[in-house]
């Protein structure tokens, strides 16, 4: 992400798809020409999507942004809701590249013949095939360097005039080396000295032909790095069945707006988010959470885009429609993610600023000192030294090295039913040592059942006091104590007054509930407000210890009841934190309970260190002091309560469920409940991080090892020299490993699952 100003007031987002692209040089290049407009507070450009995510004031649209990237050379249109996530070809690449292949493989195969031949070698019948072997290269070579290779002295006029060099001058200029050498010798052989009027048609034009075949098959390649976001984007039908004045119409996905009825027949794709209405049915949420069983949907229930409904028919009210929907957020958090850039991507980029400009030095270096120090054709040799150099060198590789791995992990981190916010959570969450978990709602169900309760004096006033205020809260402690008032009947017959109420997160609440003061909290909030709990202290004491929450209410400054509240932890809880263990990961608890409680849950669950009785920002400074510790630390929250502690941690990752992916909380959302979801976020983290290392470690050894042999590094040794045919060919191959490499990370597979925690996942 390339910041280039504060500016402030609203700000708006632009996708542009950019072809053309070849490699890093070229993302410097489009990146810095975005960066000077004004209106421009930030962009990113990704090599493996072809892509720009641009962030403006408003001021600057799509088609001003796309202007600005094809007057550096490169094509551009905005990317709108329904266009390809597949990365395009660029235009006319396989034209190109059967014409180049047509012609080189007859030059290639005529210029082997006097090999194969003996006869053909030396004599008159040697010259004779040498002179048309000269002037049948010059015409073969011709549409293959003008026709062909035009892309790349467009791209290379582009690089030379914005004074960022890239691969396509490096290309351009080792094969127009070649072909104007060889045309030379075909035109006026006197000019050279004997033993160096050598054509080398084959290699200027296998040099063009082998780099349009790399790319090709490189855009074949990302294709197939975007599969995860293509199926997803694939998810939405193309229209609705909306029902108006009690008939049912076909109308466009683009025309549903929110409060339509729409019908939904067996078996088909859900077009929005709603609320059912009316009818029955299962529908496989799958594709949104990973949840492989079927999800029963009666009225009430709510059902997502993208997902699939069973037999049943059913009728649902529309509550989001187009981007808005689940299935919208999905694909724009994953493409996001994947146009963002990782610390290491961010470290390519200044390397491959100065890379081309160093190899262009080493290519000049290496002519002078051929003809300096070098046997005859001391010429020749130079030539051939010269342009391998060139093109051996691949910056494409160093610029894919990050990206296409982080888009397929992305792609199939959303499959798992992983969001991935920010590119850099990955590398982050692949070093973690430590993850700190939030307990209700994230290790425990986050439903709180009443257990136990002790009442003084009149019990029902004191039921429709904590009813009444509880009534006013969001927090699921109120709900379980609402659920309980009622389940005993305590409803007054009128509804009581409640004024003036106030909570305070991971303490209690209070309120002047029929004129009298009520609180409704931990033991330290009533004591904090000079209320006595003695009378108390021991079911809070004998609770606790058993794993319980104890909650106290104070009627007129005088303590008059005790609940106990039981969340049962997950199932798969305890597994999960096991497998954590095997992967090298401490697992800490932080929790608002008392410490008895908390100690009670994290020792059913094998978790050693506790830290109890926190309040939300307790929280965030102990995630702040492990930090101090030199510790990479996590915290898993449900990414509301918990945003404190969420963002002060080296990553945050939010719990929730297909509905909650909405919450700017945490750089990874986990759609489901389900904590194996970090176990295989932590393994695909780790996985991702081996493969970029496996990426870069193969784009700087490949140019670190080829490009002296291309200089000549053998010659001396051996008496051969590298060809610039065989140099053409190791520059694909390397952008082409770097993409293989990274497409085995679409076989990643979940941690197996306990039989417990599969069958209720």
């Not at 094969?175 to 084959?202: D, K, N, R």
């Not at 029902?243 to 929110?258: N, Q």
């Not at 509301?640 to 945490?666: E, F, K, P, Q, R």
Request: glycine share 10%; charged share 20%; hydrophobic share 50%.
């Amino acid at each position: 992400m390339t910041e280039v100003s504060e500016a402030g007031g609203p700000k708006s987002t632009v996708s542009l798809g950019i072809s053309g692209m070849t490699c890093a040089s070229c993302v410097g290049r489009v990146e810095r020409a975005i960066a000077k407009v004004p209106g421009v507070s930030a962009v990113a450009v990704n090599l493996a999507t072809e892509s720009a995510t641009i962030t403006t004031d408003g001021s600057v649209d799509a088609v001003a942004l796309a202007e600005v990237v094809r007057d550096a050379g490169y094509e551009a249109e905005e990317k709108k809701a329904d266009s390809p996530v597949v990365p395009h070809a660029q235009p006319g690449l396989d034209l190109d590249t059967w014409v180049a292949l047509v012609v080189t493989a007859p030059l290639v195969t005529f210029t082997m013949l006097p090999m194969a031949i003996p006869s053909l070698h030396g004599g008159p019948l040697g010259a004779l095939m040498h002179a048309l072997m000269g002037k049948a290269g010059l015409v073969l070579a011709l549409p293959v360097q003008l026709f062909s290779g035009r892309r790349f002295y467009f791209q290379a006029a582009a690089e030379v005039r914005h004074r960022s060099l890239g691969m396509s001058t490096l290309v351009a200029l080792g094969s127009t080396a070649a072909f104007v050498y060889s045309a030379l010798v075909v035109a006026a052989p006197g000019l050279f000295p004997e033993g160096t009027a050598h054509t080398y048609f084959e290699a200027c034009t296998s040099i063009v032909t082998l780099v349009l075949l790399g790319k090709a098959m490189e855009a074949r390649a990302r294709g197939r790095t975007a599969a995860a976001l293509e199926k997803l984007v694939s998810l939405r039908p193309k229209v609705a069945h909306v029902v108006r004045s009690g008939t049912e119409v076909d109308v466009p996905l683009a025309e549903v707006r929110p409060g339509d009825l729409v019908a939904l027949r067996p078996g088909e794709t859900v077009p929005v988010d709603g609320t059912v209405v009316s009818g029955e049915s299962h529908v496989d949420e799958s594709s949104i959470t990973g949840e492989p069983m079927p999800a029963a949907k009666r009225e009430g229930a709510q059902v997502f885009a993208g997902t699939v409904n069973d037999r049943g028919a059913l009728v649902l009210t529309a509550t989001r429609v187009g981007e808005d929907t689940t299935l919208g957020q999905v694909i724009r958090l994953v493409q996001n993610a994947q146009s963002g850039k990782s610390e290491s991507q961010v470290m390519a980029d200044r390397v491959a600023s100065v890379f081309v400009p160093i190899i262009l030095s080493i290519a000049l270096v290496t002519v002078v000192v051929w003809l300096v120090f070098g046997p005859a054709p001391a010429l020749s040799r130079a030539l051939v030294s010269g342009v391998s150099v060139l093109v051996a060198a691949c910056p494409c590789a160093m610029g894919l090295a990050t990206p296409a791995a982080m888009m397929v992990t992305t792609g199939r981190a959303a499959e798992l039913g992983l969001l991935v916010r920010k590119t850099t959570a990955l590398e982050v969450l692949a070093r973690v040592s430590v993850l700190v978990f939030d307990k209700t709602g994230t290790l425990t169900h986050g439903k709180p059942e009443v257990v136990g309760a002790e009442i003084h004096g009149d019990e029902a006033r004191v039921l429709a006091a904590v009813g009444a205020l509880e009534a006013k809260s969001e927090h699921p402690v109120g709900r379980a104590l609402l659920a309980y008032t009622k389940s005993k009947g305590g409803e007054p017959g009128a509804p009581l007054v409640v004024e003036g109420f106030r909570a305070e997160v991971g303490a209690g609440a209070e309120a002047r509930v029929a004129g009298e003061r009520v609180l409704v909290g931990t033991a330290r909030f009533l004591e904090a407000a000079g209320v006595d709990v003695a009378a108390f202290a021991a079911h809070v004491e004998d609770g606790a210890k058993a794993g319980r929450t104890p909650v106290l209410v104070a009627i007129g400054g005088r303590a008059v009841a005790w609940f106990a509240l039981s969340d049962t932890p997950k199932s798969e809880a305890r597994a999960a934190i096991d497998a954590l263990r095997e992967l090298g990961v401490t697992s800490v608890m932080a929790s608002g309970d008392v410490a008895a409680s908390a100690a009670a849950i994290a020792k059913e669950l094998g978790i050693d260190d506790v830290r109890a009785g926190l309040r939300p920002t307790d929280k965030a400074k102990e995630v702040s002091e492990l930090r101090a510790s030199g510790k990479v630390v996590g915290f898993v929250g449900d990414g509301v309560n918990d945003a404190a502690a969420l963002a002060s941690a080296d990553v945050g990752v939010a719990m929730g469920t297909g509905s909650d992916i909405a919450v700017d909380a945490g750089d990874l959302v986990a759609m489901r409940g389900d904590l194996f979801a970090i176990v295989d976020a932590v393994r695909l983290a780790r996985a991702s991080h081996r493969v970029v290392r496996q990426n870069f470690f193969w784009a700087y050894a490949y140019n670190a090892a080829l490009v002296p042999l291309a200089a000549g590094a053998l010659y001396p040794v051996l008496g051969v020299l590298f060809s610039p045919v065989l140099a053409a060919a190791a520059m694909a191959a390397s952008s082409l490993f770097v993409l293989g490499n990274s497409l085995r990370l679409r076989s990643f597979g979940r941690v197996a699952r306990p039989l417990v925690a599969a069958s209720e996942a």
